[in-house]
């Protein structure tokens, strides 16, 4: 059972900072993907960040830049490292994993914490 454990959202100012962390468990040779997708009521998910097991990274464009992800490969823990944060990333923040168990990919998701980039 994938189970994911999410920390570090908040209330940040306008060119503030926020480190988001994500600890999951449950996969016996390690996700596929590990990253964060963000929502804002009204509005479908959207990726962030991701990061593949071979280590290859990808960004949406608004946060290039701006954003960093890392991963722990050794405690299943990604981070996202959010920097010169704007109002507009105001949202909920996922994290997100894909998993391949028995010869299918399964997608799974955090709880999701809060974000907010306000004065």
């Known amino acids: 059972q994938v189970r994911l454990v999410e920390s570090g959202g908040g209330l940040v100012q306008p060119g503030g900072s926020l480190r988001l962390s994500c600890a999951a468990s449950?996969?016996?040779?390690?996700?596929?993907?590990m990253g964060w997708y963000r929502q804002v009521p009204g509005k479908q998910r959207d990726m962030v960040a991701t990061?593949?097991?071979?280590?290859?990274?990808e960004y949406a464009t608004s946060v290039k830049g701006r954003f960093a992800i890392s991963r722990d490969y050794a405690k299943n823990t990604v981070y996202l490292q959010m920097n010169s944060l704007k109002p507009e990333d105001t949202a909920v923040y996922y994290c997100?994993?894909?998993?391949?168990?028995?010869?299918?990919?399964?997608?799974?998701w955090g709880q999701g914490t809060q974000v907010t980039v306000s004065s």
């Open positions: 997100y994993v894909q998993d391949f168990i028995e010869f299918r990919f399964f997608d799974f």
């Open positions: 990061v593949r097991k071979d280590e290859t990274i």
């Open positions: 449950g996969s016996g040779a390690g996700f596929l993907i």
